[in-house]
């Protein structure tokens, strides 16, 4: 998949100019933690862009700052220096342009799958009939495979099943940016495939842009348009971009067959090993 990346500029009403390909832009980006030992510089001028309907799989050693830089780009952590916008405006906060899958799922377990995804779209959509609202989150709910399963309590799902319902959640809020940390980590292979395939066919057809961290190299490839590669810290930063030039829709089988596959993954083992 080729992204175009010319650069139209257009303006916010606030003066900021930015390029209209641009969804997510960081500048500068610093995160600083105080210790009793003085100021410990996890991030330092890391910058990075990444386009509309762009799918960017990162990857770096533990304790990079990988995390840090999701959470940063959620709202959900203060950043020390630089900035961070979607599409030319700043983040200063949680918000519903940004939806997160989280390596927990992070459900409420009382709930039922269907009230755990009604939680999001109530709040993101107000103003829209109640029927309509349950629509969106039963049409979610059945793309992940959970028609079965709408009245169940989340404390009664399976782990592979409550990271659907995570999946069917973030969607569901019809976010700009879709920002994933490590959701698949915490499975085994065989679930983990299956929702990498579940993720990757709502996103062929939904065309978020998504930002995900895994230190599964395979998987970062299989998903990606380019995997961003993050030095070790402290005061770490991108290392390295790789394109993956494999056309969408693609299948496991097609990246496995495909002659550049293992040029690509040897590029990132390299990295990670130097």
Known sequence: MMIDTTHNELVTEN???????????????????????????????????IMKEEFVTIIGHSGCGKTTMLSMIAGLNEISGGNISVLGHHIKGPGPDRGV???????????????????????????????????????YLQKVGLEEAFHKKASDLS?????????AR?????????????????LDSLTRGELQDILIEIWNKEKI???????DVDEAIFLAD??????????????DILDIDFE???????????????????????????
């Open 15 to 49: 003066g900021i100019a930015f390029s209209e390909n641009v969804m997510l832009d960081l500048k500068h980006l610093k995160k600083v933690y105080p210790t009793p030992k003085g100021d410990y510089t996890v991030l330092e001028d890391l910058n990075l862009q």
């Open 226 to 239: 380019r995997v961003v590669m993050m030095t070790s810290g402290p005061k770490a930063k991108i290392g």
């Open 101 to 139: 899958i989280f390596q927990a799922p992070s459900l409420m377990p009382w709930m039922t799958a269907l009230q755990n995804v009604m939680l999001g779209v109530n709040q993101v959509f107000p103003h829209v009939a109640k029927s309509q609202r349950t629509d969106i989150a039963k049409y």
């Open 248 to 274: 969408r829709p693609r299948t496991r089988k097609s990246v496995l067959e495909h002659d550049d596959y293992y040029t690509y993954r040897k590029h990132l083992i390299d990295f990670l090993e130097h």
């Open 170 to 186: 973030a969607f569901a809020i019809k976010p700009k940016v879709l920002l994933l940390d490590e959701p698949f980590g915490m």
């Open 159 to 167: 782990q592979g099943m409550q990271q659907r319902v995570g999946i």
């Open 209 to 215: 842009t998504a930002v995900m961290i895994t230190h």
